[in-house]
């Protein structure tokens, strides 16, 4: 499955939802961090029931194709009902989040894909999504730096023949959140960065349709194998500490008293 039925999905759900006026599309999308080593992409999507009435095949289609794809990156899919959806896919570092989130979001469209019959004079939306993730491991703890860049400025206007079909900004509503142990420190460094609310340990952005969304996060995280190997040491330290202090040395020979 590629990123044409991905387009072709999600157009339609603009497309119904703005013929309906009362339809609405949530996409919530969220990083959760246990450790360096552990943690979750979990997407949750929710429909409204008109719009699966309205364009079921297409809808259906769409949430299936996401079914399949965490499946492939070994993740796992609950379908609350027809209309919702929650994925979840685990990643042991942050090379594997980087390569499995680029990997979900991102795919080739096939050359010739605009030409499908009683659909070649729709424009579907080019939307573009990279990750980054820099670790620096310092022993005990991991400094992380996330970079998200997410260009949702093809959804600002949804065109058919050169006519104004729906303003996604007012139908979808598009969540990103990060929670963390420790939480994270949001980064402000370009006029596309996005101020984020934050609640407890988690930072959630409000996604903008039709603009170049920035996200840009510093966070440390608990380091298992740095502490793992601060409690090996430890353990060996204790037991030489304790052999050599309330223990005799073999070697230290008694003489024996004498009458």
């Known amino acids: 499955m590629n990123m044409y039925i991905f387009r072709k999905g999600l157009l339609w759900l603009v497309i119904s939802a703005s013929l309906l006026l009362s339809g609405c599309v949530q996409y919530d999308l969220g990083l959760n961090f246990d450790n360096a080593n552990n943690g979750q992409l979990v997407q949750h999507i929710k429909l409204a029931e008109q719009l699966t009435s309205f364009s079921g095949d297409y809808v259906y289609e769409w949430l299936n194709s996401i079914e399949r794809r965490a499946r492939k990156l070994e993740g796992s899919a609950q379908r609350i009902s027809q209309e919702e959806i929650i994925v979840k896919i685990p990643f042991s570092d942050g090379r594997e ?13 096939p050359q ?116 793992g190997t601060l409690l090996i040491i430890l353990f060996i330290w204790a037991g030489f500490y304790l052999r050599y202090t309330f223990m005799p040395d073999p070697r230290i020979q008694f003489a024996p008293k004498q009458s």
């Not at 989040?97 to 469209?109: S, V, W």
């Not at 079909?165 to 990060?178: P, Q, R, T, V, Y």
């Not at 609640?199 to 996604?207: A, C, F, R």
């Open 112 to 227: 010739k894909a605009d030409s499908v019959e009683g659909e070649s004079n729709l424009e579907l939306p080019n939307i573009t999504s990279n990750l980054v993730l820099e670790q620096n491991n310092f022993l005990l703890l991991v400094r992380n730096r996330l970079v998200y860049d997410l260009d949702l400025r093809s959804l600002a206007l949804i065109a058919n023949k050169g006519n104004v079909l729906a303003n996604a900004g007012s139908i979808i509503d598009l969540d990103f959140s990060l929670q963390t142990p420790w939480g994270a420190r949001n980064i402000q460094q370009t006029e596309e960065a996005i101020e984020p609310e934050k609640n407890g340990k988690q930072l959630i952005w409000q996604l903008h349709p039709g603009e170049l969304n920035h996200i840009e996060v510093v966070f440390w995280l608990p380091s298992p194998l740095g502490i």
């Open 97 to 109: 989040l980087q390569d499995k989130f680029n990997e979900f979001f991102n795919y080739r469209t």
